[in-house]
């Protein structure tokens, strides 16, 4: 996806949670700053045509069906913890998302093994980058920002780890997402995760039906409505 078709979503993130802008792009730039060389995108040719599995972290990620659906995958892209799961069951992913709020060494280890890692920059994690990037094998490490992408930094969609997965592989021409340990409606979650599992589910939405290419046909029939393009479950 293309920053102007994400910036009018991204604008209703930042006034849903009262983010700032100037704050994401202060994580944009601290990456800028850290990483003298990135992973190449032109690698993540690989999703293209591919089936590719989305690993979110919540608990169903564990149970045998979806692990099998997991190991049925072409590609495998996984959020955070997601990869830890997978690891424990002797799944390899080809690619970790992730804002690094969780599992540091989980991101080293993969980008010293030659794992690319699509690290987020946003203005809530300027100490973890700074604390984390430079332990990264830099070549490695495909900077991302949910704000308007500038030089080595992209924005390829997406706002959670988990929809940043899906949003990747869709950049990338996967031709079919499995979503695995997706939970919207997990109740350990405190009341802000709750939120960002609900734009997540919203922002999966909208990309299920972008990817259909039928907006006009499903709306009013699928259950959920479109405003401004955006699509709200009912
Ligand atoms: N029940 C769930 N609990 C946690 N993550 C889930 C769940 N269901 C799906 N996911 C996906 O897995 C990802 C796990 O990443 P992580 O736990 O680091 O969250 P995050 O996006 O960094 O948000 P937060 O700032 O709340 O930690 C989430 O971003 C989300 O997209
Ligand atoms: N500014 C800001 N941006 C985010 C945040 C957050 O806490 N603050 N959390 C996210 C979850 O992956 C994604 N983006
Ligand atoms: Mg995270």
């Not at 990456?31 to 608990?59: K, M, W």
Request: aromatic share 8%; with cysteine; hydrophobic share 40%.
């Amino acid at each position: 996806m293309e920053f102007d078709e994400w910036e009018p979503v991204y604008e209703a993130i930042l006034d849903d949670f009262g983010y700032d802008r100037t704050g994401d792009e202060r994580g944009r730039e601290r990456l800028e700053s850290l990483l003298e060389e990135t992973y190449d995108p032109a690698e993540l040719a690989i999703l293209r045509d591919a089936t590719v599995a989305v690993a979110g972290a919540g608990p169903s990620l564990e149970t045998d069906r979806n692990l099998d659906r997991v190991r049925d995958a072409d590609v495998v892209l996984a959020a955070s913890t997601a990869v830890d799961v997978l690891v424990s069951e002797d799944i390899d992913v080809e690619c970790m998302v992730t804002d690094l709020d969780k599992n540091p060494e989980t991101v080293e280890r993969l980008t010293d093994a030659g794992v690319p890692v699509a690290v987020h920059g946003h203005g809530d994690n300027l100490d973890a980058i700074r604390n984390v990037v430079p332990n990264c094998r830099h070549e490695y490490v495909l900077p991302t920002t949910q704000t308007e992408p500038r030089g080595i930094v992209r924005n390829f969609g997406g706002f959670t780890d988990g929809d940043r997965a899906a949003f990747l592989a869709d950049h990338f021409g996967a031709a079919e997402l499995v979503f695995v340990g997706w939970d919207f409606d997990d109740p350990t979650v405190d009341r802000t995760k709750a939120r960002k599992l609900e734009w997540a589910e919203r922002l999966l939405y909208w990309l299920e039906t972008r990817r259909m290419d039928h907006f006009s046909i499903l709306d009013g029939r699928r259950d959920g409505i479109v405003t401004d393009g955006i699509p709200i479950e009912s």
